[in-house]
């Protein structure tokens, strides 16, 4: 079955701080990859997606996304963090009709 | 020009009730789907229909009814609600291509409360 993890629950970096969230998958083809965004109070906001070709995408705000067939994983990456970067962070799989999300990840944006 | 809106977007009521949330896309998706998040933020799939098509029925109770009228409108009914459906119900839409699955795009959410 497929799934998705994210290890890190909470994460707190400080303002100007690079970034790293993990997100590791488990399916048996090649995956649609995504990373949404969720302010507080506020629906998923699409990232950047990653479906074929290149591995390492660029998205808005400032985000990029590296696939890594071999480690099964689809880190999200940022060189310096905003206090507006400050949200709950999802990555998801796509397959055929179904998204599985992870359990996300929290970002705290120290001043 | 918002793209998926759903209302309302708060919910209180008793234990017993019956309630509906409703959504609309204007983005021309054929697909359309509703997901409840609890409150550990988890987002799970609980229906999905294509061209108002039921396509994607997860471990869900019957309580919960969804209902599209049309490619653009994704209706969830909820009947004899219970402590535990309270949650943040979002709905999403996208284009299937190919067979396969393209991006989503959300609504900003309804949060029930059941009292």
């Known amino acids: 079955a497929q799934s998705v993890t994210q290890p890190d629950i909470h994460i707190t970096v400080s303002e100007g701080a690079s970034l790293e969230l993990r997100c590791n998958y488990s399916?048996?083809?090649?995956?649609?990859l995504f990373w949404y965004v969720q302010s507080p109070g506020q629906g998923l906001q699409l990232l950047l997606k990653?479906?074929?070709?290149?591995?390492l995408v660029q998205g808005i705000k400032g985000f990029e996304a590296e696939f890594k067939r071999s480690q099964s994983s689809f880190n999200l990456r940022k060189p310096s963090v905003h206090w507006s970067d400050a949200a709950e962070y999802f990555c998801a799989v796509g397959h055929f009709n179904k998204f599985y999300f992870g359990s996300g990840t929290k970002l705290n944006v120290k001043p | 020009d918002t793209a998926v809106s759903q209302t309302p977007k708060y919910l209180v009521t008793q234990m017993g009730n019956d309630k509906s949330i409703k959504c609309e896309q204007n983005l021309g998706h054929d697909t359309m789907y509703w997901y409840k998040q609890d409150s550990k933020k988890f987002l799970k799939i609980m229906f999905s229909?294509?061209?108002?098509?039921?396509?994607i029925n997860e471990t869900v109770p019957n309580r919960f009814s969804p209902k599209s009228p049309d490619k653009a409108h994704l209706n969830l009914h909820i009947n004899s609600l219970e402590l535990g459906d309270s949650a943040v119900y979002f709905c999403?839409?996208?284009?299937?291509?190919?067979?396969?699955?393209?991006?989503?795009?959300f609504g900003p959410g309804t949060r029930l409360t059941v009292l």
């Open positions: 229909y294509n061209n108002k098509e039921l396509i």
């Open positions: 990653y479906f074929s070709g290149d591995t």
């Open positions: 399916y048996g083809a090649t995956p649609y």
């Open positions: 999403a839409s996208s284009q299937r291509t190919s067979g396969s699955i393209g991006e989503q795009f």
